[in-house]
């Protein structure tokens, strides 16, 4: 990211929205979902109970207008809002390959990105 020139704070904060979304308000597990950079969606406006789904556009020097998109739902399982819930989305948050801020990483930037991840979430 430093060497496209892109802040990953920005990134960092939407991964950590939408997982948070999909935790407490889908009640989901996130588990084994992914990331993309896409063109903005430029279609018609869609709602979901009355709000505007749409992702923020993010603009960059190397790759112009753009979104954070999110893929692969097929091993996210519901999760109940208790203690198994939470261990549950836990267990998977740490399993989702090396991609996501953890707390435990030792350099400095895994560590700025952890701080910013939770902050922001």
């Known amino acids: 990211m430093e060497e496209l020139a ?22 989901m597990d996130a588990n084994d ?10 279609g018609n406006a869609v709602y979901h109970q009355g709000i505007l789904a749409q992702p923020a556009v993010i603009e960059s020097n190397v790759f112009g207008e753009h979104a954070v998109c999110i893929l692969d739902f097929d091993l996210c399982r519901g999760m109940t809002m208790d203690k198994g819930g939470i ?5 998977a948050f740490l399993g989702n390959d090396p991609y996501f801020p953890h707390p435990r990483r030792e350099n400095s930037f895994d560590q700025l990105l952890w701080t910013e991840s939770k902050t922001n979430s």
């Open 87 to 91: 261990e549950q989305a836990v267990k």
């Open 33 to 42: 979902v992914e990331f993309v950079l896409a063109p903005p969606w430029k």
């Open 6 to 27: 892109l802040d990953p704070k920005v990134y960092t904060r939407i991964l950590a929205e939408t997982i948070a979304q999909l935790y407490w308000k889908a009640h």
